[in-house]
DNA sequence: CATGAATGAGGTTTCATTCAT
DNA sequence: TATGAATGAAACCTCATTCAT
């Protein structure tokens, strides 16, 4: 959806592109300078568009934000959704340890924008926030789709595989918001592990467990 | 500590009231406006000084971000460390559950203020930062205390207390954090209950878990 | 006259009609938001034309300005004359009254119009204004016209008709102008008449008087 | 009243000070450029003032306006109400004469504010428009007090004072807004006795035209 | 000690006009 | 011929901080 954003042309799929041009290069600069230290002169300039320009494609500062917390809210959700189509004939334990490595391995590396989300979705207004909060949900959705398929094969046994899901999310969002923490304890690799065992105590059938 | 931030004042004494008013005056508007939108005049005027008189207490407008940090963090550690101390005679278990109740709770109260500190803790130069960060730290510590006490017992087993304790309270602050998603399934109570549950999974002992 | 206009066009024709067209449509712009409010694009819009093509029949934004107040001059200007018209065979004083009627009615229905022509009649460049004002002057001949006749069959008795005129069309535009002050005490139709009998007082004939 | 504009200062005598400064030469720049013409900074500059100064005493450009609008509708009505005091003692018809005198005089000797105040009334938001508006009331009230006493000596016999007046106040201002006019056929002084004559006939009891 | 007036750089946004397509 | 994307100067306004009083 393009809409919301006040534009000076009509031109659909100019309209299209340049957003994401713009979404594209000024995540880079927020991540450089910060979101609140970056002024429109910044952004115009790492959009390689004169003020002018990118105010043909934008209603304000802020739509900008919006721009980028959408695409990156995409670009993760696409990359995480992807990848885990692969994982559709392999076993739900084993997919769901890959699922994590992927997405908390994806969080390591984008330990910034995954901070940046956080912090600056509650900048938009009401509206707006909704519809980036719509884009991230799809992202517990993969988790539950493994965890209900474990629960099928009777690999898994689960109350609210919902939760479940969200706590591996977010688990691997912590990896970013608190590395503060964490950086000092464990490697990525090590937290990974770790909380993929804990997550494995909440869900393995007793089947399971005795192996 | 006071140390770290401007005075134009040698009475100690007076430094700290002053600083722990502005604290607690500065949190209020900065939840009401925001902090960006809140303008030193504001601030001054919320805590009923002068300009002037604020910039004796403190350096910069960031500072005020500090001790509202710093200020925050420390009630909430205080809150929870206060109450804990009554379950050192209470069996690791029900002294667990009562913790977290006190702390998803807490965290439910004030989910703006939650919310603003993991907000707006990277906003402070990194040596206020990491100040910041270590008035947070003993609160894991709390949980790490009563599962301590509850592995001695053989109520509980656990391969890595600390990352078990974060979980506690990364999953607590969520309740805040992710409040849009989590608020359409749950209140605080189910919530509380559902992870409480899921924690135990991973922390009973196979003896208690047969109970 | 068209010219003192710059066009990329050199069809006269076209040029013409379109120039009333923008006229047209964009005193109704201008009348909803404003003239300064209303930026060139928004005057494209309102004609239905696109701004390239809007740049071939003006040659800058207060062109459409002087189109406006000329296209409008000119209405009211033709209005009040092909009315008057009929009044060629109507004895002086019934004239001037139905004229004085026609006039201040047609100010009461198009207010805004007045004001905005009082208001920006002096936004244009000298050349320019001048001829809007003389765009404005036969409206005061019309007058003069009929209490010449007035004069010529002894109903009236003027020492200096252009001054009456002149005074009986401003007291028309006063209605506008003032509109604030005199809407409190009257309606148009008890302001007419009032006025016209001040008028009556100022160049009727003792005999006339005495009837 | 100083209210209604937004200050940074709660004193409430230098912000009067201050803000009749800003009025007054105010009006000098807008004269010389027109409002629309005059810059924030441009205004500053003419006030002596910074712009964040300047911004200390009013809440908006707009407000300049308000202020100037005010001052100098104040500045019309006190000037000529203080002179008017002086013809309390003077017969009704001379009284008159006097005070049209000056009254055109004036608008003579300021013609481009009184275009000014005509033109720009309209830009300022309604609540402000209204209060510039009753500050103009007086200046009618000037001259219905001496048609007034004109009636009670049996000097005048007039219907409806408060329409003379308002003709009075505005033919004088026409002498401004339509000098492209009137400055072709009339001197001020022209102008003046000849709309005064003609008020006469208005008002004049047969008594006086006999003599 | 206390005050709050003053600074002015720099923020965001608009918009008349041009010109490549 | 017709389009509307692009320009970028300049508009208004804010605000952290200082310092004379």
New interface residues.
Partial sequence: MISQIRT?SDNYDLVKIRREEIARKSVEVFMKNGY?ETSVRDIAKACGMSIGQLYHYIGSREDVLYLTLQYTNSRIVDFVQNISVKFDTVAPTKALQQAIDVYYRGVDSIQDIV?FM??HT??LRPAA??QV?KYN?PL?GVFEKILSRGCETGEFSI??I???A??IV??GD?WA??R???NK?YTVDQYME??T??FM??ISTNNSKIK
Avoid: P
């Fill in positions: 000076h609140e901070i956080y912090r509650n900048n926030r909704k909060y949900e517990v109350e609210d919902g939760l479940i969200h706590n977010t688990s912590m918001l608190r503060w923490f964490l304890r770790s909380q065992a804990l105590k909440q």
